[in-house]
C-alpha cells in the first residue's frame, strides 16, 4: 500500500524507482542475527542507523541520476515510524505479506504500477553499499530491452535486484535466506531469457564478524573492496562508537569488536 510517493519531478517513466526492504526498528524483532553479540536495543539501534545511512545514500544517487527512492516497510502500521525517521523525499510503501518473495514482488510492481520505468529492490543492512552501484543499476535499465540487475552478496544471497518488467518467476521457488538465492535468482533469469547485468559484490551485515568489517570500513577507513569506495555511513559509525569503539583505535578494530561483543 502506498503511504507517499517519492520526491520525482517530471515524468515517472524517466526515473528508476529504488525500495529498500526495511523493517521498523523494535527491540527483540529487528535485526535478531546480530544477537549475540549485541543486545536486542543494540540491533535494534543498529537497525534505525542502517536505514538512516541508506536512505541518504538513496539521496545522493538522485542528485546524479533520476531515482526515486523508498521505504518498501513494514510490519504494519509502522508508518509513523518511517515518516519520523525518513526525508520527506523518501516515499514509502507498507509492505508486509509472509513470503519474502512475495514481499519483494509486491514492491517492485507497486514501483513499477505507478508508472516508473524500472524498480529494483534493495537491503537494508548494506549501509556502506558505494553510491555508483546504484546510479550504474539507473543506467543499465534506462537502456533498451528488458534486462535485470543483480548485485551479490558474499553470503550467497543478493543485495539488488532491478527490473523492467513484472516477472513473478523470479521468486518462485527460491530458498530464501540461504547460500542459493543469487544463483537460483539467475536460473530464473536464464529460464525467462533475460539479459543478466551483474554488479560488484558487496557485504551484509547480519552477525558479529560483518559488524568488525563494518567498524574497519567507517572507523578505520578500510575500504571493503580496492575496485570500488564504500560510502561513508555516519550514522552506523555513530552506533559503533556508542559500543564504545574510537576512531583510530591503536589495535585491530576486528580485535576491538570481539572485546566489546563478548564484554
Aim: hydrophobic share 45%; proline share 7%; charged share 20%.
Amino acid at each position: 500500500m502506498l503511504i507517499r510517493p517519492a520526491h520525482a519531478p517530471g515524468r515517472p517513466d524517466d526515473y528508476c524507482a529504488i525500495a529498500v526492504m526495511a523493517k521498523a526498528s523494535a527491540p527483540g524483532r529487528t535485526k535478531t542475527r546480530l544477537v549475540p553479540p549485541l543486545t536486542h536495543e543494540q540491533a535494534a539501534a543498529f537497525n534505525t542507523a542502517f536505514l538512516a545511512d541508506i536512505a541518504e545514500n538513496l539521496m545522493a544517487a538522485s542528485a546524479t541520476e533520476r531515482i526515486a527512492g523508498y521505504m518498501a516497510f513494514g510490519p504494519k502500521g509502522a508508518a509513523p515510524f518511517f515518516e519520523q525517521l525518513m526525508p520527506p523525499e523518501i516515499g514509502l510503501i507498507e509492505t508486509w505479506l509472509p513470503d519474502f518473495g512475495d514481499c519483494l514482488f509486491h514492491a517492485l510492481t507497486t514501483m513499477l504500477g505507478m508508472g516508473y520505468g524500472s524498480a529494483v529492490v534493495l537491503n537494508s543492512d548494506s549501509p556502506t553499499l558505494p553510491t555508483e552501484f546504484l546510479v550504474w543499476t539507473a543506467m543499465a535499465l534506462r537502456r533498451p530491452g528488458d534486462r535485470i540487475v543483480l548485485g551479490p552478496s558474499t553470503d550467497g544471497g543478493y543485495y539488488l535486484l532491478g527490473l523492467k518488467e513484472r516477472h513473478r518467476r523470479l521468486f518462485d521457488d527460491i530458498t530464501w535466506s540461504t547460500e542459493v538465492v543469487a544463483a537460483q535468482t539467475l536460473e530464473r533469469a536464464r529460464e525467462l531469457g533475460l539479459e543478466i547485468v551483474m554488479l560488484p559484490e558487496w557485504y551484509d551485515i547480519d552477525d558479529g564478524d560483518a559488524l568488525a568489517v563494518l567498524a574497519d570500513e567507517v572507523l578505520l577507513g578500510k575500504g571493503f573492496s580496492h575496485l570500488s569506495r564504500s560510502r561513508p555511513a555516519p550514522h552506523s559509525a555513530a552506533a559503533l562508537r556508542e559500543l564504545g569503539l574510537a576512531d583510530n583505535a591503536p589495535a585491530a578494530v576486528t580485535r576491538a569488536c570481539q572485546t566489546v561483543f563478548s564484554a
